[in-house]
């Protein structure tokens, strides 16, 4: 199984709505994108220190990396990625590593 980590920070002025519409985009992803196993996503929730925070994380879990190539090439993430994600988001982080059991 492997997760991948997708961690975003909004350029300045992006709005309220636009980032209603980035998370209801990402939570749409499941439905359109076969290979997504589970998906999790959610704001960043302050422990006092937002100097270096990201706004909002998403988890996406796949069977194997083609799960993950096939996402990445779907036309719902292509539009999604070259549309309002490119309008609306400055920085992100992305990380894809293998889930293993310790037990």
């Given at each position: 199984?492997?997760?991948?980590?997708?961690?975003?920070?909004?350029?300045?002025?992006t709005?309220?709505?636009?980032v209603?519409?980035y998370v209801?985009?990402?939570?749409?992803f499941?439905?359109?994108?076969?290979?997504?196993?589970?998906?999790?996503?959610g704001p960043?929730?302050?422990?006092?220190?937002?100097?270096?925070?990201?706004?909002?994380v998403?988890?996406?879990?796949?069977?194997?990396?083609e799960?993950?190539?096939?996402?990445l090439?779907?036309?719902?993430?292509?539009?999604?990625?070259h549309?309002?994600?490119?309008?609306?988001?400055g920085q992100?982080?992305?990380?894809?590593?293998?889930?293993?059991?310790?037990?």
């Amino acid at each position: 199984m492997i997760r991948r980590v997708v961690a975003v920070k909004f350029k300045e002025g992006t709005s309220p709505e636009q980032v209603q519409e980035y998370v209801e985009t990402v939570r749409k992803f499941p439905g359109q994108v076969s290979a997504i196993v589970h998906l999790t996503t959610g704001p960043h929730v302050s422990d006092g220190d937002d100097s270096v925070a990201f706004s909002h994380v998403s988890l996406f879990d796949f069977e194997d990396l083609e799960g993950v190539r096939a996402f990445l090439t779907h036309p719902a993430h292509l539009a999604a990625a070259h549309g309002l994600f490119r309008q609306i988001i400055g920085q992100r982080v992305v990380v894809n590593y293998e889930l293993h059991s310790d037990g």
